[in-house]
């Protein structure tokens, strides 16, 4: 039986999650991590990783499915999980913006016109709109999202940025930041008092890691 068992968002964050575990000893082989289980464990038998959708870590970790969980921000926010998160990972930075055409970022909100908003977040892009005054109708799309615009389906859209290239192909600009986002370390919190040492340990071995990483980065 696993001390812990930590939820891993796939796709762009699980290399850069299992790296860092690795980095503070909490091994996985290869051939584990390479094959299409979802569920593997590390050398030591102390921990356990379910690899799932991005938006499912913070559910798995809120209902004590697993004890813990890496995921992005956005994901965060979005969901509202009642979770603890005790560390940003400093990896995975990118931003959640609004943007849209050209002409659109001219004309800026019109309060007295509803904005019509592509995006995979509606939760954030609501609070976003009604925190300054601007109604919103949103359509809720899960890939593509920077094709609304083009297309005519939206006039702004909410999503991911990271170098904003494909914003740039596709004839789009920022029109605002919303947030500053990063990969997170998110704890069950009722196993963040009955687990206190193992997690308690994990912590403190991520938390030494990063701040090695930033040491290197400053001296470097």
Do not use: W
Not at 20 to 32: L, N, P, R, T
């Amino acid at each position: 039986m696993p001390d812990l068992t930590i939820a891993i968002a796939k796709g762009r964050l699980q290399d850069s999650a299992m790296e860092m575990f690795q980095c503070v000893g909490i091994v996985v082989s290869d051939e584990a991590v390479q094959s299409r289980r979802l569920m593997i464990a590390d050398e030591s038998g102390r921990y356990s990783f379910i690899f799932v959708k991005p938006a499912d870590v913070p559910v798995y970790v809120e209902y004590g499915v697993a004890d813990a969980g890496v995921c992005g921000r956005d994901v965060l926010m979005e969901s509202n999980a009642d979770v603890h998160e005790p560390l940003d990972l400093g990896f995975g930075h990118c931003r959640l913006v609004v943007a849209g055409r050209p002409e659109s970022a001219e004309r800026g909100y019109n309060p007295l016109a509803t904005a019509r908003v592509a995006t995979k977040y509606p939760r954030v892009t609501a609070d976003y709109f009604q925190r300054r005054g601007v109604p919103v109708e949103l359509i809720v799309l899960s890939g593509s999202v920077e094709l609304a615009p083009v297309l005519g389906l939206s006039e702004h859209i909410v999503d991911l940025v990271e170098t904003g290239r494909t914003l740039r192909e596709n004839g789009l600009v920022i029109i605002d930041t919303i947030a500053q986002l990063s990969a997170r370390l998110v704890v069950n919190r009722a196993s963040y008092h009955l687990k206190r040492a193992s997690v308690a340990e994990l912590i403190n071995k991520l938390r030494e890691a990063i701040t090695r990483d930033r040491g290197a980065g400053e001296n470097g």
